[in-house]
Each structure stands twice: as C-alpha cells, then as structure tokens.
C-alpha cells in the first residue's frame, strides 16, 4: 500500500495544548500510531522523536501512552511553543512514512534520539535529516555503527554529566565530539532532581530528572538556529 494512503490522521480534541499550538493528533502508520504536536501556523521545523529503552511506548487509538515515563514521551508538546512541531513515534514505525509525513508540514527535518533510539539513526540517515540531536546516547556503538562521520549533518549531543548509565556513560561525549569533528556541537546538563531507581532509568541523570525543560530549550535552540 502506497505511503500516503496509510497515513490515517485523527484529531484528538479533547487534548488542548498551551497557546500557539494546535491539539495534538493522533496519526495512524498502519497499525502503529504516532504523536504529533504543532504549533497554529506552518512550522519551519519538524521533530521525529525516537523514545530510549526498547522504544515501544505503547501508543494506543486513542493515544493513551502506556510507557510515559521516558523524559522524551513527556515533553513532546513543549516544542510548539518554540515554534517546532514534533511526531513522537511508537516502535514498529517505518521511518521513511515519518519523514514523508513530516516533510509535507515542515521545511526542515531534524530527529532526535533517546538513549538506545540513537541506533536507528544510522537508518534515519538514508532519508537525508537536516540534523540529528543525540540526548543520553549510545554514542560509542553508533560510532561503530557509521564508521565515518561523513554522513551525520549538522549534530548535536546533550549529555548529563552524571550520566553513568554504562552504554551511554557521559565518558563517551568526548570521544564521539572528537571524532565528528566540527559538525557536532556538546550542550551539557548539570544538576536536577534527586535520582532515583536505575542509573539508566528515566528517573536518574540518564533521563534528564530534573532538567527536561532545559533540555528541551537546548534543543530548540539549536535546531532555530539552522
């Protein structure tokens, strides 16, 4: 079945956002559903949002989100307000159908990966993102995964400096800064809420406790600033 017939698209109104922004809609990628949030006018930027942990959050019909903990699920309406619309993704979604649905309402499109949703950007590549944002990344394995820097665009990485989560170990900024080279830029995150529960959990440093406005305005910036 072609792309844009599978692209069902529900409105959820009884869910009002803050001021400018549209109610968030319910958008159906077969039998998968996405989140998307937009401000009232065309945005210049579209956000793919890939959740960390497995990456299937549980997005229902009626888009209940079963697991809303992931700092990423939480704020996904924040970027309206900064003129940014995001399309927050359950697992099983083709991401060549976010691009095309996106790429239809914004003139720019940047993903942005949680955790172990950063081992999908090698794929999110193919599709020609106009930036990626790395935030508490698998930042060694993705090196491994691309071999050469050659392809990632304009990058940024948000890092806690207290992540010490072992596969996204805040050690690993540094090395990954040095081997993109200039096209990379490192926003780091200090301080927050107390931690609690799994160095990788989205109660720690790993999931921006604390700090998930922060983050967020970190990511607007950046991506305004293209």
Not at 57 to 67: D, H, L, T
Not at 82 to 95: F, K, N, T
Not at 193 to 205: D, F, I, M, Q, T
Request: proline share 4%; glycine share 8%.
């Amino acid at each position: 079945m072609p792309v844009l017939t599978r692209l069902a698209l529900f409105t959820l109104a009884s869910f009002a956002l803050v001021a400018p922004a549209c109610a968030e809609e319910i958008v159906a990628f077969g039998e998968r559903f996405a989140l998307y949030n937009s401000p009232a006018s065309r945005p210049a930027i579209g956000l793919i949002l890939l959740p960390g942990g497995g990456g299937d959050i549980g997005i229902s019909q009626s888009g209940a989100v079963k697991r809303k903990r992931n700092w990423i699920v939480r704020t996904r309406a924040d970027y309206a307000k900064a003129a940014i619309a995001s399309l927050l993704l359950d697992d099983g979604i083709e991401l060549a159908d976010a691009f095309v649905f996106l790429r239809q309402r914004a003139d720019k499109v940047v993903v942005v990966a949680q955790g172990r949703g950063s081992l999908k950007i090698p794929r999110a590549l193919e599709y020609k993102p106009d930036a990626i944002v790395f935030t508490s990344s698998m930042l060694s394995t993705v090196q491994e995964q691309l071999a050469t820097p050659d392809a990632l665009p304009r990058t940024l990485v948000v890092h806690h400096r207290r992540d010490f989560c072992r596969v996204t170990h805040a050690s690993s900024v540094a090395s990954f800064a040095q081997w993109a080279g200039a096209r990379v830029r490192v926003e780091w995150i200090d301080g927050g809420s107390e931690p609690k529960g799994r160095l990788c959990g989205a109660n720690h440093h790993h999931g921006f406790i604390g700090r998930e406005g922060e983050v967020v305005a970190a990511i607007s910036r950046f991506v305004n600033a293209q």
